[in-house]
């Protein structure tokens, strides 16, 4: 197994703040992996000591073969990035700064260059200060999609875009996953992250606090159920794993804890089921879970 | 809500952000006013000798074209607001344009009055806090000039007519850069094109001060710089000139209002024409990008320094005409300048004021690494596959490259309009040599910022601090007395005279090694550091 890049116990502190405080990444070659966290946790400025543009305390970390800080030029030629906050020349044209980025990578794919134009609908003969945030944004886009890159960093690509646009991105990087290229995409949009990544890191405060596939990280959650039944669910709600049960009538919606789910299924068969929907838990509950045991311990004093 | 609301607190918010520069543009005009006087006055002390300057002034056109005439030989305050009565105008317009435009179209450019409008702000309240704090600046700087000329010893009537005057035609450009703020959908572009009719009114007053006198004179009367000298201070103290620069500036500020009422928020009234939908070949690297960013800025300068060096050379000619027999002007010339003939003493002097006009474009330039970088568009060129080094030394080889070339064409324009005058081609070639002797010490002003820029890169403004500093030292340390170990800190200082000086290549040598110590300083200080905002 290949792997594009690595980090591990990365410290980097601003003054007296410690932004990140012995965070662990690990990106396979030909994976989109969702980097999630909450506003503050550390994403850019994980991605920045990745891009060579600030220098970790202390940690390891390793890009494309190489080391971020000392071989960045040369590794740059390999990646191509997208900052959460585009910021453009205001008297250079959207067409450009695509050009010039390209070219500064060594080189750019004419007709994607064009496709990419049209399909993001971005008009490349304004100028960098008549530009929105999310045309700002989709200029950065269109400049890493037509290059030829092996990875692409793309930290909140989407913060600025409408939904329309934002689904034109999604397909892009479906197509970029196709055809191999590796892609690290930060966000806290958890919807964006559960359709298009293969593994997820998610990180809290400077530290990585989960890291697996979609399918690892819902073992350590729950499955939420709804189940009409032949008569009163007596008991189900007061078994091992079950949470937040709502009884009315025959009718029952729990929560159950996933390695509880055959006891659970097994006692609801007993009774007789009727109609049962089961979902798995979204990345949502995922996140809402790390909040939570904050919350816990602010509110644990009060309770 | 009414309109003006949340003014006081946008006021203090300008004032806040413009703690250090107001101040030190009011004490640089304050110190250059005050000294310039007393100079002057010490200089032509009888009637006689000021009689005998005026005439030869007033008689040079291109001193008249440069700065006007003199009004009235026998008043010795007349003849000590020589020079200063236009440059005084010219610093409190500029400030006026650089502080309105950038409290009301560069932060609407950069969305920061987005944030600011969505409060309890009203539509008005950034324009009328913007004139506010411009017009308080333009009066600090008009009383204080006042109160330099006081303490020279010329008279209050005609020193607070002179403070007057700066100030209100301070005014008239603060309501001029109110309506151009509306006009332009940029803040370059609104201080650029504010910028351009100072030069347009500029250069009407000096038609008209150059016109024989009668009908085409009343031209200077068009020029709010006209204006400015149009109030006599010390030869008839006409306040009532004041009418007219605050009637302009009261029907421009009008003006600017209505247009505030009619467009949205980000928008100019002139339109922003769509730009080429590809890159050209030059824009491939960080110097083609640095290039690209900084062209049309080193255009304006390269002209403005080709016509102040023809004017310089058409001067040059009469200089021995204009000190005259006034033993004490050649002894001041000489010291100041040092050489053998006056008139080279003339042209190294205000060669060495031009070496520090272009280390302002140096300054600026190399400050834009930093602009850059707080902006973060230096994060998207450095992420692509351009290395530090390369990157700063882009901003940095336009900077050196940029400044060598306005002293060439200086040095150029002024000996080929000299040699016009004296018939000797050589000129030319004497002139060019002395201006690009000038080189070495703007390169160290460039290595200032770079050093600070590397090492120390929240301290970078230090740069303009360094060359305000280097201009006190070398412009005014001689005339002050400091001692030489003070003055040798400036570059400047160790230039040698040129033309006429002794040149040796040993300065040349100290000045460029110091320049080179400092850029590598910046450099391998830049390639270690993070990037910062």
């Known amino acids: 197994m290949n792997t594009a890049l690595a980090v591990s116990g990365l410290v980097k502190s601003f003054g007296r703040s410690r932004a990140l405080d012995g965070l662990d990444l690990t990106v396979r070659a030909g994976e989109v992996h969702g980097f999630l966290g909450p506003n503050g946790a550390g994403k850019s400025t994980t991605i920045r000591v990745l891009l060579g543009l600030l220098r970790a305390d202390a940690g390891d970390a390793e890009l494309l073969g190489g080391d971020p800080w000392r071989q960045a030029t040369e590794l740059h030629r390999r990646l191509a990035y997208v900052p959460g906050d585009v910021t453009l020349w205001p008297n250079l044209t959207g067409g450009e700064v695509i050009d010039l980025l390209g070219r500064l990578r060594g080189g750019l794919d004419e007709r994607r260059r064009d496709e990419l134009l049209r399909r993001f609908e971005l008009d490349p003969r304004k100028k960098g200060r008549a530009y929105s945030k999310g045309n700002r944004q989709k200029v950065a886009l269109v400049a890493a999609l037509a290059s030829d890159a092996e990875l692409l960093i793309l930290d909140e690509p989407t913060s600025g875009l409408d939904p329309l646009m934002e689904e034109v991105f999604q397909e892009c990087v479906r197509e970029e996953r196709e055809s191999g290229r590796t892609v690290l995409l930060s966000s806290h949009i958890l919807s964006e992250v559960e359709a298009l990544c293969d593994r997820v890191t998610i990180i809290r405060k400077g530290r990585t606090v989960e890291s697996g596939t979609l399918a690892d990280l819902r073992h350590l959650t729950r499955t939420s159920i709804e189940a009409e039944l032949a008569a009163a669910p007596d008991g189900v709600a007061a078994m091992e794993g079950v949470h937040d049960a709502r009884v009315t009538g025959t009718t029952i919606a729990l929560e159950v804890d996933t390695a509880r789910l055959d006891p659970v299924l097994r006692r609801l068969a007993e009774i007789g089921v009727r109609g049962l929907v089961s979902r798995p838990p979204t990345l949502e509950q995922l996140f809402l879970r790390h909040y939570e045991d904050d919350l816990d311990k602010t509110a644990g004093t009060a309770r | 809500m009414s309109a003006a609301a949340g003014t006081p607190a946008l006021v203090r918010l300008a004032l806040r952000r413009d703690r250090i520069m107001i101040p030190a543009w009011v004490l640089v005009t304050f110190v250059l006013i005050a000294g310039s006087a007393r100079a002057t006055t010490d200089l032509y002390a009888t009637v006689g000798q000021r009689v005998r300057f005026v005439a030869t002034s007033n008689g040079t056109p291109a001193i008249v074209a440069l700065y006007g005439r003199i009004p009235d030989a026998r008043s010795p305050g007349s003849v000590a607001l020589f020079k200063i009565d236009i440059i005084g105008a ?444």
């Open chain 2, 90 to 533: 010219v610093l409190a317009a500029v400030l006026s344009i650089l502080l309105v435009v950038r409290h009301t179209r560069a932060e609407e450019e950069s969305g920061r009055l987005e944030l600011v409008g969505a409060t309890g702000v009203g539509r008005r309240a950034p324009l009328t806090a913007a004139l506010l704090v411009a017009g308080g600046a333009d009066l600090a700087l008009g009383l204080l000039s006042a109160a330099g000329l006081v303490a020279v010893g010329l008279p209050v009537e005609g020193s607070l007519v002179a403070g007057t005057a700066f100030a209100t035609v301070g005014f008239a450009f603060a309501a001029i850069a109110a309506v151009v703020a509306q006009l332009t959908s940029s803040g370059r572009a609104a201080v650029g094109l504010s910028s351009a009719v100072l030069v347009a009114v500029y250069v009407v007053r000096a038609a008209g001060d150059s016109a024989d006198a009668g009908g085409a004179r009343r031209l200077t009367w068009l020029s709010p710089l006209g204006w400015g000298r149009q109030f006599r201070p010390y030869a008839g103290d006409r306040w009532w000139v004041a009418l007219v620069t605050l009637g302009f500036a009261a029907v421009m500020v009008a003006a600017a209002y209505v247009l505030v009422a009619r467009r949205d928020l980000g928008a100019g009234l002139l339109p922003d024409r769509p730009g080429p939908p590809r890159a050209g070949r030059a824009l491939a690297g960080p110097l083609g990008l640095a290039w690209r960013l900084q062209r049309t800025s080193l255009l304006w300068w390269t002209v403005a320094f080709a016509i102040l060096g023809a004017v310089l050379g058409g001067m040059a000619g009469s200089v021995s005409d204009i000190v005259g027999d006034s033993a004490g002007a050649g002894d001041l010339i000489t010291k100041l300048g040092g050489g053998e003939a006056l008139t080279d003493a003339f042209l190294s002097t205000e060669l060495s004021f031009l070496g520090i006009g272009a280390a302002v474009f140096g300054v600026q330039t190399a400050m834009r690494a930093r602009g850059e970088e707080t902006a973060g568009a230096a994060e998207l060129v450095l992420a692509a596959s351009v290395g530090r080094f390369r990157w700063l030394a882009s901003w940095l080889a336009v900077a050196l490259a940029g400044t060598a070339l306005l002293m060439a064409v200086a040095g150029v324009a002024s000996g080929l309009v000299y040699a016009g005058q004296s018939g000797d081609g050589g000129e030319t070639g004497r002139l060019a040599g002395a201006a690009l002797a000038r080189v070495p010490a703007v390169w160290v002003s460039v290595g200032v910022v770079a050093a600070a820029f590397g090492l120390l890169p929240r301290l970078a403004a230090a740069g303009w601090a360094a060359l305000a500093l280097f201009l006190v030292l070398t412009e005014g340390g001689p005339l002050l007395g400091l001692p030489q170990g003070v003055q040798d800190v400036s570059p400047f200082t160790h230039v040698p005279h040129l033309p006429g000086g002794q040149a040796s290549a040993a300065p040349f040598g100290w000045l460029f090694a110091v320049a080179v110590v400092l850029l590598a300083a910046g450099l391998a200080g830049f390639r270690r550091r993070d990037l910062t905002s």
